[in-house]
């Protein structure tokens, strides 16, 4: 036996499965340790004051503007009681996106195992955990992340309706988490609809009896009807018509192409692979269909108004399963080349991600305490940046997002004076990002001046 020999036989017999899920572990207590310090994003801070709204009592649409569905904002009241309006809330939200976070990479795992083994689930894992575009975002306190948690919870019931147990209760299971998906973010109507022709392609090729659509039909629309019951009850359904749905709808935002090649730039080689099976994969009957909602998910941005990386993040579960699968396919004929490849295919990505990680929030929680200890309770405040006023009223209805109110004087007929509103409110701090043109004016000189330590704000005078 020569020495190629024996070092070939010597990777042979190393346990590079275990490797892998120490590599998979030990990434995990990485995302775990550096995650929640990230600094944050407009979107979290606007998903926080949301929150704050309704901790304070006041009801969406009606009270305050919000574009999105408000699940999100009442599942976080408990972590608002036990934290109180503090910085430290907004910390402990963070540990709670990222513990719902890894629900998504169990469920992920569970799927993948249930479609496949063990070794193409702990890959799959690996990969979605290594996904730039979808850890940008999932960790982040947004709708998006139980939104993607419960679509994944639900598609794993489903899933396991369809090919293993037959049981009508998975079935039902999967369906209402669907419908609890809808609760979080508009988008999930798309995977619900797909997975509606799914069903009606099942029961065209008798692969599932109708009574059973039926009952996956009422379990799923269970919360979603309830929902619209409670917005028509608290006399904000067609207020809801148009903010969530005919304003977003109007407005225009980035060219889908540009998230696509960004989602290939970050991450070339794991959409080699998923191409990779979708072409040469072996697939049953069940891969067929998984196969069809990972294209029809990943196809998101070419169907929708938007073209945010977080709508690519419910798709990427699936991506990452199948992509694990075609990895497996190319590679599983040697344990060690299938473990150096993956680490190959993921030490860039994971690069990149703790970097990213490596941002500090010090300058966000900065500004955060900054107005904080300017104002009290029963003061307000113009933040349409929405980059640190999280505990305090607002001096606009619309309170963030101008550009949209633009668009919405478009479709309805709805006067606003900004400057009219500051001197009936006289909020004790504004950051006029949409609204510059109120700095210009004799009436807000007199009632305000610039901050010292950050120049877009300005504080009420003293004497005022």
């Known amino acids: 036996m020569n020495s190629l020999d024996k070092v070939l036989v010597y990777l042979e017999r190393m346990p590079w499965w275990t490797i892998l899920r120490y590599v998979c572990v030990i990434w995990s207590l990485c995302i775990l340790a550096f995650a929640p310090f990230r600094q944050f994003t407009v979107d979290e801070f606007e998903a926080i004051h949301s929150a704050y709204h309704i901790f304070k009592g006041h009801e969406v649409y009606l009270d305050f503007f919000q574009h999105h569905h408000p699940f999100l904002y009442y599942l976080v009241q408990p972590v608002f009681w036990m934290c109180g309006c503090s910085t430290n809330l907004i910390f402990a939200l963070r540990y709670l996106m990222i513990g719902i976070f890894f629900l998504t990479c169990w469920g992920t795992y569970k799927l993948s195992l249930l479609l496949y083994d063990g070794k193409r689930a702990l890959l799959s894992v690996i990969l979605l955990q290594t996904s730039q575009m979808f850890m940008s975002t999932v960790i982040e306190i947004r709708p998006d992340t139980p939104q993607i948690a419960c679509s994944i919870w639900a598609l794993y019931f489903i899933f396991s309706y369809i090919s293993k147990s037959h049981k009508l209760l998975d079935l039902c299971i999967g369906s209402f988490l669907l419908g609890c998906s809808f609760l979080f973010l508009q988008k999930a109507v798309f995977l619900i609809s797909w997975m509606g022709i799914l069903f009606i ?40 018509i148009d903010l969530c749905w005919l304003l977003n709808a109007a ?15 970050e991450n070339t080689l794991h959409w080699f692979y998923y191409f990779f099976f979708l072409i040469f994969g072996k697939k049953n009957q069940v891969i ?35 992509a694990a699968a075609g990895l497996y396919e190319i590679f599983s004929y040697r344990a060690f080349v ?40 029963s003061d307000c405040v113009l933040d349409d940046t929405i980059c640190g006023n999280l505990f305090r009223d607002d001096a606009f209805y619309w309170w963030f997002f101008s550009n949209g109110m633009r668009v919405y004087q478009t479709m309805r007929d709805y006067p606003f004076d900004a400057m009219a509103v500051i001197i009936a409110k006289r909020p004790k ?36």
């Open 429 to 464: 701090v504004v950051i006029p990002f949409g609204w510059k043109d109120v700095i210009y004016r004799d009436e807000f000189n007199k009632m305000y001046e610039q901050s010292p330590i950050y120049k877009e704000m300005y504080l009420l005078k003293e004497r005022v």
């Open 288 to 322: 067929w269909y998984a196969t069809y909602i990972s294209c029809v998910l990943a196809a998101i941005l070419l169907y929708t108004p938007c073209s945010f990386p977080q709508y690519f993040g419910i798709a990427m579960p699936f991506v990452s399963i199948l």
């Open 338 to 377: 299938m473990a150096f490849v993956v680490l190959f295919t993921c030490a860039n990505p994971m690069y990149s991600i703790y970097r990213a990680f490596r941002c500090s929030s010090d300058s966000d929680i900065a500004r955060v305490e900054y107005i904080h200890s300017l104002t009290n309770d």
């Open 251 to 265: 407005m225009s935002y980035v060219a889908p192409w540009k998230t696509y090649l960004q989602a290939l730039r």
């Open 201 to 240: 392609w099942m029961i065209i090729q008798r692969k599932i009896r109708v009574k059973d659509v039926v009952w996956a039909f009422l379990y799923g629309f269970t919360p979603i009807v309830l929902y619209a019951l409670y917005l028509i009850w608290k006399g904000c359904w067609l207020r809801y």
